[in-house]
């Protein structure tokens, strides 16, 4: 595709369950990140990926939540047992190599409601 | 603890008209400095990335400005459109070895009114 792409668009989850949330990346993308916007706040950093490889989840906030990216192109973000506080907006983004200086390319995020 | 503080939290100008918008950083070691635009209900654009030896850089109507010594950036709109009403964010990235540590402000949200 054009771009980075994530499903569900909206997600509306019971208290305590679990929710897996989808990320396609740009083709060819080597790095890809996970970010939590809660409402009116800038996006907060949670994982990212080098291929396969984590090299990152000190943003994750608790055990309950869990990424990966067994082939090194899309990638799932799961939440167990999930919890109102978990509400937010889950922005993934990629770039086309690793490094500091490269451009992300944001997709266009998952809105995940916890009631 | 790094942080990235971002003013005005939101902005109300007049279409035509020139805007800038300020962010403030405390983060180290300092790795390079992104200004976002975020359209609601849209993931982030980027605009530009600076990094320590740039004091400006363009984008068609959008200039952002670097002062790595007082650590404080600012993103100018000139002309503006009704386009331009989003939200602006600054990220400042920390340079760690291999990681990649960003830290986001939490944006100054501008409304341009026709």
């Known amino acids: 595709g054009a771009g980075v792409s994530q499903s569900p668009r909206y997600k509306v989850a019971k208290r305590g369950q679990d929710v897996a949330l989808r990320c396609d990346p740009i083709?060819?993308?080597?790095?890809l990140f996970w970010y939590q916007q809660a409402l009116g706040q800038g996006p907060e950093f949670l994982t990212y990926f080098q291929n396969e490889a984590q090299l990152d989840k000190s943003g994750l906030p608790s055990d309950r939540f869990f990424a990966e990216r067994p082939e090194g192109s899309v990638s799932t973000l799961k939440i167990q047992r999930t919890q109102q506080e978990d509400s937010a907006v889950y922005l993934c983004?990629?770039?086309?190599?690793?490094?500091?200086?490269?451009?992300?390319?944001f997709g266009p995020g998952t809105r995940l409601t916890v009631l | 603890k790094n942080q990235v503080e971002q003013s005005p939290q939101s902005l109300i100008i007049l279409e035509g008209k020139n805007c800038t918008l300020q962010?403030?950083?405390?983060?180290?070691?300092?790795?390079?400095l992104r200004w976002y635009k975020q359209d609601t209900g849209r993931g982030p654009v980027s605009l530009t990335i600076?990094?320590?030896?740039?004091n400006t850089k363009s984008n068609g109507r959008y200039t952002a400005t670097l002062d790595a010594d007082t650590k404080q950036s600012s993103l100018h709109i000139t002309a503006s459109q009704l386009s331009d009403s989003a939200s602006y964010i600054c990220v400042v990235i920390a340079a760690s070895g291999g990681s990649y540590i960003p830290t986001f402000g939490r944006g100054t949200s501008l409304i341009v009114h026709p």
């Open positions: 983004a990629s770039s086309i190599t690793s490094g500091n200086y490269n451009e992300q390319f």
């Open positions: 600076m990094t320590f030896s740039e």
């Open positions: 083709s060819g993308h080597v790095s």
């Open positions: 962010c403030n950083y405390t983060v180290s070691p300092f790795s390079n």
